[in-house]
């Protein structure tokens, strides 16, 4: 299959520009996500080493455990050294057995030092190791069965959410959809997850309006889907949500169960869930070290902004968190194919030329990112309740995600903004892609916009506004002061949300490390190099 060509006369020195931009406004606050560390990042450092189960009031063991050493030494020099002292120290026979005199008050935490210490850490990073090393298995157990069963034989990969809150009743609708031609299942989660500082634990059939996010919900899921995926002869990906003050800890469970996509947005939790914006940048580095090393596809957010914002004033605010979210990824260790960078089919269908802008939008994105697997989301803004309408929006959004190369479509339901979609409403849906693909996959081929006419110039003009934002951002010192970027969104730059670096959820859970911290985990990714071969199947055009 060839690789979509370029359609765009774009000046090269304009987007270098973009990057460079990107770059220096992301610096400071990745040097903040390298000098902190988070309750969530220790807990889920724990969680690689093995640590699970919760108490009978449902409070996870290593919740415990993080608070308990937090309350006694502090977490700026890493929970693993002092955890890991105790049970040499005799306090405990395991680690679960720890958390739970932890959570009871009988036993005491110290910082070791000397020998003492360097025995603690190598006994830490050989517990955390494990935790490693199985998702080092589970991506290596991924491409092989990818090379068994096979991709799906086209792009975009087609994308559909399954989530009745029952985990039970989700894995037989995630089947049916895999038959009728979906290649990524994603599992929504329970609404208010991402604002829960734990991980409920086991198999849950409580969710609301979703399912909730858990290392045996993941796991069943999975198994679920490596069943349908042997019976149709291809490989159906699963997919589920590292976002929310527990972002860590799911990348890590998802790492081991073997998910391979994750929703994981660097700025989607401070816009959308008021999450503390420096909680939220310290998780998502050491979320993104995961997915880099477990070999999971991250799918990023802005689509958001364009149900709070005007779809067409703030579209270039959509190429600037595309741009950022490119930089911090890739600081992370992620790599091109990894980025399911967002973006939305969401302009005012009464606005004049809404077609002609959607196209440039999007061809914009799939230039700019030309090895990305871009997700390309549905109208949902604009949805009235009237089911032929949206049926026949949902169809123009289709077509233009044949026409300009995406990687990730979301099948839209001609439903939105009615009822939770029936599974009937699912198969129109599908037959609806399954149409345009087949009678429009070919089209790029054919289609080359003039280079002075309306969609060139407005795909300029996007570029042209994001790079304009990017200099004010990175220039506006006396606002800004050490990190532009936080002051920025702050001031409501994206998404119309005002998000101080002061305020939100979760900021008494930052510690700024100590000059002897140490986390085994983080030692172990930041020294990461990925492997030498890739795959890099989604920056093809749709065949047949």
């Known amino acids: ?11 090269p020195a304009v987007v270098r520009r973009a990057r460079a931009l990107a770059k220096k406004a992301a610096e400071p606050v990745v040097k903040i996500a390298r ?12 969680r690689l080493a093995g640590l699970s189960g919760a108490d009978h009031e449902r409070v996870p063991w290593v919740n415990h455990l993080v608070t ?38 009988n036993v005491s935490f110290r910082l070791p030092t ?19 090393r199985t998702i080092d298995r589970s991506r290596a157990t991924r491409e092989r069965l990818v090379k068994r069963h096979g991709d799906p034989r086209t792009t975009p990969w087609i994308y559909l959410i399954v989530a009745t809150g029952d985990i039970y009743e989700d894995i037989p609708q995630a089947q ?27 198999a849950t059939r409580e969710g609301f309006a979703g399912t909730y996010a858990t290392q045996e919900n993941f796991r069943l899921m999975r198994a679920a889907l490596d069943d349908v995926s042997k019976e149709l002869g291809r490989y159906v990906r699963l997919t589920n949500y590292a976002s929310g003050l527990c972002m860590p800890e799911i990348a890590a469970l998802a790492g081991m169960e073997r998910l391979d996509m994750m929703l994981n947005d660097s700025m989607y939790g401070i816009l959308f869930r008021d999450i503390n914006p420096i909680r939220t940048f310290v998780d998502q580095r050491f979320s993104r070290q995961v997915h880099a090393r477990a070999g999971i596809i ?43 960078l967002g973006h939305a089919f969401e302009i005012n269908p009464e606005v004049p030329d809404s077609f002609r802008m959607e196209l440039a939008h999007a061809l914009l994105a799939r230039q700019l990112f030309p090895h990305a697997p871009l997700k390309w989301m549905p109208p949902t803004k604009h949805m009235t309740g009237d089911i032929f309408r949206g049926y026949l929006l949902d169809g123009f959004f289709n077509l233009v995600g044949a026409m300009t190369g995406q990687g990730i479509l979301l099948v839209g339901m001609m439903t939105e903004a009615v009822v939770t979609p029936f599974l009937s409403d699912r198969d129109l849906a599908l037959q609806n892609v399954r149409y345009v693909m087949n009678a429009a996959s ?50 409501g730059t994206f998404g119309l949300m005002k998000r101080p670096a002061t305020g939100g959820k979760g900021l008494d859970g930052v510690s700024e490390r100590a000059d002897d911290y140490d986390n085994p985990a983080t030692t172990a990714l930041d020294a990461w190099t990925p492997p030498a071969t890739q795959r890099h199947t989604s920056t093809e055009r749709p065949t047949r």
């Open 68 to 105: 308990a050493v937090r309350d006694e030494v502090g977490l700026e020099h890493g929970v693993t050294t002092p955890v890991y002292d105790a049970l040499l120290r005799g306090e405990a026979p395991d680690l679960t057995t720890l958390a739970q005199k932890a959570a009871s008050g």
């Open 298 to 340: 991250i799918n990023t957010g802005e689509d958001n902004y364009l149900t709070t914002a005007d779809a067409v004033e703030a579209a270039h605010t959509v190429t600037v968190s595309q741009l950022l979210n490119e930089r911090f990824a890739k600081e992370a260790g992620l790599q091109d194919w990894q980025l399911g």
């Open 1 to 11: 299959m060839s690789r979509t060509h370029a359609l765009l006369e774009l000046d």
């Open 176 to 202: 049916a959809a895999a038959r009728e031609g979906a290649d990524i299942i994603a599992v929504i989660r329970s609404t208010g997850q991402s604002l829960l500082d734990y991980v409920p634990e086991g």
């Open 442 to 491: 070919g089209l790029a081929e054919d289609f080359h916009p003039p280079r002075d006419g309306f969609i060139q110039t407005r795909a300029r003009q996007v570029l042209s506004e994001a790079v304009d934002l990017l200099d004010r951002i990175v220039h506006d010192a006396d606002a800004a002061g050490d990190a532009p970027l936080l002051a920025a969104i702050a001031d």
């Open 35 to 46: 000098t902190h560390t988070t309750v969530s990042v220790e807990r889920a450092t724990l």
């Open 114 to 132: 000397g020998r003492e210490a360097t025995a603690a850490r190598r006994a830490a990073a050989k517990g955390v190791g494990a935790g490693l």
